[in-house]
């Protein structure tokens, strides 16, 4: 199963100033659609608008629609989740919460699970009693196949403007590690929300962060920009 995993394009309208970031999520939707071969799956990890406004989802899912295979999408902590819900609709499965953006696509290979992280009280992470029982409760489905979580706050330590930590709070990423712990067929984290490529671990497992589609907000080394555009493959 391949996957590309794009983050944060950070749909702005009107546009920021300076920005062109609907061009950004433009060529890389262009760019997406020209790997060969396609993805089985591309994830989108969130602050896909950055004011959580619906003309910013209209915007983005003109984009995003045209992207040819399965398209995926979490909430970031600048998205509006019922906004979000409303503009891709179409490409939520059957068995997403009812409330938050979390599923499970499930497949003989491979099963990904897709967590929602966003707080209404905070822009950092949080996994509240609903969604952990969601969580614990994709993980039984999945039944021993490879897990892939897709989340848009990193689970490790990584410095987001000076904030080195990115869960509201500790004892909640606490019980997420013991949940990790439990079930070793978890192979890989990916996350978006820092904006510029990283790696870390928690409970053991390897998490990654990826680069922002939008240019403008990139953090990562401005040498390696070009490599880093737009996305990159993963493979199972
Ligand atoms: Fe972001």
């Known amino acids: 199963m391949l996957i590309t995993q794009i983050s944060d394009c950070h749909i702005a309208w009107p546009p920021a100033e300076g920005a062109d970031r609907l061009g950004d999520l433009q060529r890389c939707v262009d760019y997406v659609n020209g790997l060969d071969p396609q993805p089985d799956l591309v994830v989108h990890t969130g602050d896909i608008a950055h004011d959580g406004a619906s003309i910013e989802y209209e915007k983005a899912a003109e984009k995003l629609k045209n992207i040819r295979t399965n398209l995926c999408v979490i909430p970031g902590n600048r998205d509006d989740r019922r906004k979000l819900r409303d503009a891709f609709s179409d490409r939520l499965p059957a068995s997403c919460h009812e409330e938050f953006v979390q599923y499970l696509i499930s497949t003989e290979e491979l099963c990904v699970i897709m967590l929602d992280t966003m707080s209404t009280e905070s822009n950092k992470g949080r996994l509240c009693r609903t969604r952990i029982d969601h969580l614990n409760g994709m993980l039984e489905e999945a039944d021993g196949r490879p897990v892939a979580i897709f989340m848009h706050h990193p689970p490790f330590e990584i410095a987001v403007a000076s904030v080195p930590f990115q869960f509201e709070d500790r004892a909640n990423l606490a019980e997420f590690s013991g949940i990790l712990s439990r079930h070793s067929n978890v192979q890989r984290i990916y ?28 953090m990562d080394d401005p040498g390696r920009m070009q490599e880093l555009w737009p996305s990159y493959q993963l493979a199972f």
Do not use: F, K, V, Y
């Open 191 to 218: 996350c978006g929300h820092s904006h510029r490529t990283a790696s870390g671990q928690i409970a053991g497992i390897a998490a990654s962060t990826i680069s922002s589609t939008a240019e403008d907000l990139r």
